[in-house]
């Protein structure tokens, strides 16, 4: 059972627009979620976090928004550069033993 | 440089026959894991590490083994490898494990087994 979804696999965008990456999640107890990117033949990296007691968080061009009765969280990407293109995971934690759900990822390209 | 560095970063092996991927990291973090990543799935963690000598299993543990006997090093044992272990691994690590703590994970090991 998946407890962090990704439906959308991929997403084409055209620089200079905005992308936006969705995540849903079941589990309730889930109070911190974060998103990493990952390039081709690279692990994934740390892009941006938010705890469940914030809807919003900014890191430049950067913004998650979570939707808490909707268990829902999305990241917006505002202007996309074709140095953007990659795969996003979103992951989500609870407590504090370091453990995360990732999602299946969604593939983003940002088109010149 | 701050890095988490694994090895080999390519592996083909036959069933059955064992395997270790190596995991390293200079940070000097407490928290390390593994993680295997497969189409449709996404990243599941398989062990993780709070501290030397402290290991747990994740989500997917079956057919692996680890050993945390140095803060460093963190290697993934595969004892008799078998096909649906075919996948790309990455280790991790993070300065506690805590939510907050950031994890840097290594460059990945693509494992096929035949």
């Known amino acids: 059972d998946q407890q962090v979804k990704q439906n959308s696999p991929s997403l084409s965008v055209q620089e200079g627009r905005i992308s936006i990456l969705n995540c849903d999640y079941t589990n309730s107890m889930f109070d911190y979620f974060l998103w990493y990117k990952k390039y081709p033949a690279e692990g994934p990296t740390f892009l941006i976090s938010i705890s469940s007691i914030k809807d919003k968080n900014e890191d430049g061009r950067f913004t998650v928004f979570l939707n808490k009765s909707a268990k829902h969280l999305s990241l917006h990407i505002v202007p996309s550069q074709p140095g953007d293109s990659a795969v996003y995971f979103c992951?989500?934690?609870?407590?504090?033993?370091?453990?995360?759900?990732f999602g299946q990822g969604t593939t983003l390209q940002v088109k010149p | 440089e701050a890095q988490v560095t694994q090895n080999p970063r390519y592996l083909i092996t036959v069933t059955g026959k064992k395997l270790t991927v190596t995991c390293s990291q200079n940070m000097n973090h407490e928290y390390m894991s593994w993680y295997r990543q497969d189409p449709g799935l996404g990243l599941r963690q398989i062990y993780y590490?709070?501290?030397?000598?402290?290991?747990d299993k994740g989500d997917v543990p079956e057919g692996y083994k680890v050993s945390r006997k140095e803060k460093r090093n963190f290697p993934l044992i595969l004892e008799s490898p078998s096909p649906n272990q075919t996948s790309l691994y990455f280790c991790?690590?993070?300065?506690?494990?805590?939510?907050?703590?950031?994890?840097?994970f290594g460059p990945g090991t693509r494992l096929t087994v035949l």
């Open positions: 590490s709070m501290n030397v000598e402290v290991t």
């Open positions: 992951a989500a934690g609870s407590g504090n033993t370091g453990k995360l759900i």
């Open positions: 991790a690590s993070s300065l506690f494990g805590r939510r907050e703590d950031t994890q840097y």
